[in-house]
């Protein structure tokens, strides 16, 4: 009886396998699709950053300045993990000494949400040097 009952098992694993193959293979495409997704979308905000916040950051327009710190503090948010690093974080907070108050107080705000959120641990470095 205890032979049976063990084939039994042994059938019934099998087919429970055979049954939930193709799902865990669509799974892990899927999962794949996603991933290169998200690799493809990191790849676009880096080359955004790169070739036009560089440049804007310094332009003669409070409002051009502005708007580009702005979108960079969206960025940060939006993919901290990636984006929450010194060397994005330091262009907020040198808009922070702004010679425009308009866009001293876009970082001001970039950096209040920082702090409301959950990244304040990750903050310390920023925080020593942008007293």
Known sequence: MARCFTRFRAAHVRLLARARAPYARAHTIHTHVQREIRKDNETCIVSFFNSIFIHRYKDAHAEVRAKCT??????????????????????????????????????????????????????????????
């Open 70 to 131: 702005e979108a960079v503090g969206k960025v940060i948010m939006d993919y901290s993990s990636k984006f929450l690093d010194n060397m994005y974080l330091k262009y907020i907070g040198w808009a922070l000494y702004d010679k425009s108050p308009e866009v001293r107080l876009v970082a001001l705000d970039a950096v209040d949400t920082f702090y409301k959120s959950q990244l304040v641990n990750n903050l310390e470095a920023f925080t020593s040097r942008f007293r």
